[in-house]
């Protein structure tokens, strides 16, 4: 088997580069230094990044743009595990892909309605219903990660719910389109609004998840 080094050093400029390695619906930017522990054990192999402020991150272009930040990756003998900030660990066989699932459409569309009807200001609005778009990525990707829901203890669902509130939040005050509807994010709004918000939409979505 012969390998194209030069091509994998331009694949490695490019994820250390300021705009990353692209896919169709995908890019990977690492930091520069990037620090990184590898370890064998009985096992595999654990490859962990050791700075939390400074991890590798994955972007995903779909209905909205969001940012996934790698925590690291165990590689075992027929598989591994992706370990990912404000996730369950994702497994993966080596001879298939990861398969996730999705948000139930009808729970969707009916915690869309009830942001309609719960929010009267269209500011207000706008922030819910672009949380529930992060929370249904979130959900979408954690549903590679677990069995069945009714399997979770209610220690796994208080870690779930904080787990889904911390992605959202994130995510929603670095959403540029958010930033520009309110020209900057006020401290009275991700102190205040935005986490009375985002408790509302984990609790629909959960609830909808567990049931």
Not at 44 to 73: C, M, R, Y
Not at 108 to 137: F, H, N, V, W
Not at 154 to 159: A, G, H, I, L
Request: hydrophobic content about 35%.
């Amino acid at each position: 088997m012969s390998y194209d080094i030069g091509k994998v050093k331009d694949i490695l400029k490019s994820v250390f580069s300021d705009i990353g390695y692209k896919t169709s619906s995908l890019s990977f930017q690492c930091p520069s230094p990037l620090g990184v522990s590898i370890a064998d054990n009985k096992d595999g192999v654990n490859i962990d990044f050791t700075d939390p402020k400074s991890l590798p991150i994955a972007t995903v272009e779909k209905l909205i743009k969001f940012n996934l930040s790698i925590l690291g990756v165990s590689l075992g003998e027929t598989g591994g595990v992706i370990k990912i900030k404000f996730f369950p660990d994702i497994k993966f066989d080596y001879n298939g892909t990861v398969k996730f699932g999705a948000m139930n459409n009808m729970a969707y569309e009916m915690i869309s309605q009830e942001i309609e009807s719960e929010y009267g200001d269209p500011e207000r609005k706008k922030i819910a219903q672009r949380c529930l778009q992060y929370g249904s990525e979130w959900a979408t990707i954690v549903s590679a990660s677990q069995t069945e829901p009714t399997t979770y203890s209610e220690r796994d669902k208080r870690k779930l719910k904080k787990q889904c509130y911390n992605f959202i939040y994130e995510n929603i005050k670095n959403d540029k389109e958010i930033e520009c509807g309110f020209v900057i994010l006020s401290v009275i709004l991700l102190n205040f609004v935005l986490p009375v918000i985002i408790g509302w939409i984990v609790t629909k979505i959960l609830n909808n998840w567990f049931n």
